[in-house]
């Protein structure tokens, strides 16, 4: 059974890192994502053609022995980064709020080998759903997924961005840089170039509990391209995103008028 790295656990609050090529929850053999596979190996123990694949839920579950768990938040079998689960349902509806009222802070880090048609700024307008599983970016803004992002050359011939989305509506960002002609390397669905994973990462979540705010970052754990020497150096530069000169949101932007389902974007 794959290992589930654990950032924080107290008080009923769960954060994982979660690893690339797991879903939520538990999934038939035939279920599957138009993103990156992981490489040979990496899942092979989540599941076979003889039984379902496990979802994170379940794995950690097993792992931690612990008779049940609720997700807070989601995010996509490709994506990896903060995921944040707890140990029972009022405290996971309450972080769940949080998510849904866009009082969580959080920061994505992807890469693209496109050329984006703006380097920075802010990505906006409703989401409609297509055939396939695809959602496309309309230019009304009547319940708007609202990114901002920055982005830099990370080494010759990719451009890494530090995304900060907020609301959490399905494939936010992948549809987002898909938007601006950059999809996300390793993202089939929308268009990115084959790679051995989707560079998507969940990369801060802060959590402004009750009992005081939480901040957690997720290591980098996996694919060829953030480990490369010229992308580990631009990841450098991007390693505290709070202090970058994000501009305020218009006030109609920083509200939701009508919450969906707490997720984090992906």
């Given at each position: 059974?794959?290992?589930?790295?654990i950032?924080?656990?107290?008080n009923?609050?769960?954060?994982?890192?979660k690893p690339i090529?797991?879903a939520?929850?538990?999934?038939?053999?035939?279920?599957?994502e138009?993103?990156?596979?992981?490489?040979?190996?990496?899942?092979?123990?989540?599941g076979?053609?003889?039984?379902?694949?496990l979802g994170?839920v379940?794995?950690l579950?097993?792992?931690?022995n612990?008779p049940?768990?609720?997700l807070?938040h989601?995010?996509?079998t490709?994506?990896s980064?903060?995921?944040?689960?707890?140990e029972?349902e009022?405290?996971?509806?309450?972080?769940?709020?949080?998510?849904?009222t866009r009082?969580?802070?959080?920061?994505?880090?992807?890469?693209?080998?496109?050329?984006p048609?703006?380097?920075q700024?802010?990505i906006?307008?409703?989401?409609?759903?297509?055939?396939?599983g695809?959602?496309?970016l309309?230019k009304?803004?009547?319940?708007?997924?609202?990114?901002?992002?920055?982005?830099?050359?990370?080494?010759?011939?990719?451009r890494?961005?530090?995304?900060?989305?907020?609301?959490?509506?399905?494939?936010q960002?992948?549809?987002a840089?898909k938007?601006?002609?950059?999809?996300i390397?390793?993202?089939s669905l929308y268009g990115g170039?084959?790679?051995?994973?989707l560079y998507?990462?969940a990369f801060v979540?802060s959590?402004p509990?009750?009992?005081?705010?939480?901040t957690f970052?997720?290591?980098?754990?996996?694919?060829d391209?953030?480990n490369?020497g010229m992308?580990?150096?631009w990841?450098?530069t991007?390693?505290?995103p709070d202090?970058f000169?994000?501009p305020?949101l218009?006030?109609?932007?920083t509200h939701?008028?009508?919450p969906s389902?707490?997720?984090?974007?992906?």
């Amino acid at each position: 059974m794959q290992h589930i790295p654990i950032i924080y656990r107290d008080n009923g609050v769960i954060v994982v890192n979660k690893p690339i090529g797991i879903a939520m929850h538990t999934t038939s053999p035939t279920h599957s994502e138009h993103v990156a596979q992981p490489s040979a190996g990496l899942g092979s123990e989540l599941g076979s053609e003889l039984g379902p694949e496990l979802g994170i839920v379940e794995l950690l579950k097993r792992q931690l022995n612990i008779p049940q768990l609720f997700l807070c938040h989601r995010l996509d079998t490709g994506t990896s980064g903060c995921l944040c689960l707890t140990e029972n349902e009022h405290l996971a509806a309450e972080i769940g709020l949080l998510f849904e009222t866009r009082q969580v802070s959080k920061y994505y880090l992807a890469l693209s080998d496109k050329k984006p048609k703006k380097k920075q700024g802010l990505i906006i307008g409703d989401m409609k759903n297509r055939r396939g599983g695809q959602h496309i970016l309309l230019k009304t803004t009547d319940n708007p997924a609202v990114t901002q992002f920055f982005s830099q050359s990370a080494k010759q011939g990719v451009r890494g961005f530090l995304l900060k989305p907020h609301s959490g509506k399905t494939h936010q960002i992948r549809v987002a840089l898909k938007s601006i002609g950059a999809p996300i390397l390793g993202d089939s669905l929308y268009g990115g170039s084959s790679a051995d994973r989707l560079y998507l990462h969940a990369f801060v979540l802060s959590l402004p509990l009750k009992s005081g705010t939480l901040t957690f970052t997720a290591p980098l754990l996996e694919g060829d391209e953030f480990n490369d020497g010229m992308v580990q150096q631009w990841l450098l530069t991007v390693a505290n995103p709070d202090n970058f000169a994000w501009p305020a949101l218009p006030s109609r932007y920083t509200h939701d008028s009508s919450p969906s389902t707490a997720r984090q974007p992906s």
